[in-house]
């Protein structure tokens, strides 16, 4: 079955960088983008973007261009989320979510079990 | 586009019927997902396209609507429904959520 499986827990202090992986299974992950998708805490979702996995173009949304960036491994099935000069409102959980596409319809219908990132002194 | 979930939270008892609305601030056609978030969970998705059930989801949930005004509804609320709702556009990017709608028990 399809499953997208992120990397543990990250505590970081403000300034440093992070990097967070969500490794694919269960289909052939260059067919169907990756979305990310922040959830600070207490809050909703916030879409930060996506990433083609077919031509590896990323996409980000306002808000989250310059110190985020989006990568992939296609040899591992796996997406990457890098967050670089940490800042405290940094501090959410990040999912990843595979973007399907039928019949002219979007969805998101497989999502990561999400990344909590922590950025205190 | 922004989307605006009404009410922001509401209280239910199990088997009541329960509707929460979503307004988009300009025309999105039917390109718009529900999904239910339970805490400390991913979100998982309900419905697509409106009104298009995903796979698996049980049949007391149901979408509808097209345009600017959408309705998630949810029949004979049962105990594992008691959950914060969102809604979400895919008619253009950025694709923007709605702030949720949080279900608890009365």
């Known amino acids: 079955q399809v499953q997208l499986v992120q990397s543990g827990s990250e505590l970081k202090k403000p300034g440093a960088s992070v990097k967070v992986s969500c490794k694919a299974s269960g289909y052939t992950f260059t067919t169907k983008p990756i979305n990310w998708v922040r959830q600070a805490p207490g809050q909703g979702l916030e879409w930060m973007g996506s990433i083609n996995t077919n031509t590896e173009n990323p996409s980000y949304a306002q808000g989250f261009t310059g110190r985020f960036v989006f990568s992939l491994d296609t040899s591992v099935s796996t997406a990457y989320l890098e967050i670089i000069n940490l800042e405290a409102e940094d501090t959410a959980v990040y999912y990843c979510a595979r973007e399907t596409r039928w019949d002219l319809q979007d969805r998101f219908d497989s999502w990561g079990q999400g990344t909590l990132v922590t950025v205190s002194s | 586009i922004q989307l605006t979930q009404s009410p922001s939270s509401l209280s239910a008892s199990v088997g009541d019927r329960v509707t929460i609305t979503c307004r988009a601030s300009?025309?999105?056609?039917?390109?718009l997902a529900w999904y239910q978030q339970k805490p400390g969970e991913a979100p998982n998705l309900l419905i697509y396209?409106?009104?298009t059930l995903q796979s698996g989801v049980p049949s007391r949930f149901s979408g509808s609507g097209f345009g600017t005004d959408f309705t998630l509804t949810i029949n004979s609320l049962q105990p594992e429904d008691f959950a914060t709702y969102y809604c979400q556009q895919f008619n253009n990017y950025p694709r923007t959520f709605g702030q949720g709608t949080k279900v608890e028990i009365k």
């Open positions: 396209g409106a009104s």
């Open positions: 300009q025309g999105i056609s039917n390109y």
